[in-house]
């Protein structure tokens, strides 16, 4: 098996520091997709100057938000601090969304901490004028051990809604197939049950999601050197069911760049921001190798193998993978 993969780039500053001269963007810039549309933006969430120009006069109809809500961006603030900080980018996100719009938000629950910081970022989103729609959890499928209390599978999800935005069903059905008898009910005088009235051989996602698959470095779809990256299946699930084709859809912490990804094999353009000019590499790479190969990731190797070689400190000498040409702004 290929392996070439790069370490977790918050934690070897070395290896960070030789991305970053690769990296086409610095602070402030846009990159603009001249085949979809995407932007990608270098840019901090909580500066609306900046994500007014990210979004160039445009309104979005779906936000998917997966901020760093371990605190690893925030070891040494506070609860309270990064509560605060949550509601600035959220403040944002709002008022760059139609009126019928739809927000999800990733965040993590500390068992050793109270649960925070998810309970007192819901209670700041009722600062908002929005509705809670549903809590989403996501199971992973592998946990972290423990011999005293029940092994950590679970992601949270939290889904708002402005006004009455679109909601696909038929976009969200699994492939989990129809198993269970039950629910009873007489239909035309005579008693049926939901297999026999179902439409479909397989279940609705509820909002438990059993079926993602989490991301690890055998998968097609790692980018190594992230350490949040979500799973492909969970972004365009929740693009195809809150939006309509070529509807934008934005994301301030591009990370691994999935949901710029995702946007693009479901027909959506995206703006997306990382305010790490190393991530924001990553995420235009990762849309140009997809185009290029019809890969959605490295498996185990990396984004920018054509400039670098983990195997030694110096850099390769072969020409480097020449980028579609865009506008910088």
Not at 63 to 84: C, G, K, M, Q, W
Not at 89 to 114: F, I, P
Not at 241 to 260: E, I, N, P, Q, Y
Request: aromatic residues 10%.
């Amino acid at each position: 098996m290929h392996n070439n993969p790069l370490p977790r780039l918050d934690e070897d500053s070395e290896v960070y520091q030789r991305l970053l001269k690769h990296c086409r963007l610095k602070a402030g810039d846009i990159w603009i997709d001249p085949i979809s549309g995407h932007r990608v933006g270098c840019i901090d969430a909580t500066d609306s100057q900046a994500i007014t120009s990210l979004m160039g006069g445009q309104l979005a109809t779906l936000a998917i938000h997966d901020p760093p809500y371990n605190l690893v961006a925030f070891e040494t603030r506070s609860v309270e601090e990064y509560v605060a900080w949550c509601k600035k980018w959220v403040s944002t996100s709002l008022r760059h969304m139609t009126e019928d719009c739809s927000l999800y938000v990733w965040l993590g629950a500390d068992q050793k901490n109270h649960y925070q910081p998810l309970p007192d970022f819901m209670v700041m989103m009722r600062d908002f004028q929005i509705q809670t729609r549903s809590f989403i959890t996501v199971r992973n499928q592998r946990g972290y051990g423990t011999q005293k209390n029940w092994m950590a599978v679970r992601q949270e999800l939290l889904y708002y809604v402005r006004g009455k935005p679109v909601f696909n069903v038929e976009a969200e059905y699994t492939d989990i197939p129809k198993a269970l008898k039950g629910y009873y009910k007489e239909v035309g005088g005579e008693i049926t049950e939901n297999l026999q009235r179902s439409k479909s051989d397989t279940i609705r996602a509820g909002n438990v999601w059993l079926d993602i698959q989490q991301v690890f470095y055998r998968l097609q779809e790692n980018v190594s050197g992230c350490y949040a990256q979500k799973p492909l299946k969970s972004i365009r699930r929740i693009i195809d069911a809150s939006s309509r084709k070529s509807d934008v859809v934005v994301d301030f912490f591009a990370h691994s760049g999935t949901t710029l990804l995702a946007a693009e094999m479901a027909g959506r353009r995206c703006f997306t921001a990382d305010i790490d000019p190393v991530f924001c590499e990553m995420a235009i790479r990762r849309l140009e190798h997809f185009r290029a190969s019809g890969h959605t990731g490295w498996q185990n190797g990396h984004a920018f193998e054509q400039d670098i070689a983990m195997s030694s400190s110096t850099e390769k000498q072969a020409e480097p993978t020449v980028p579609i040409q865009a506008t910088l702004i």
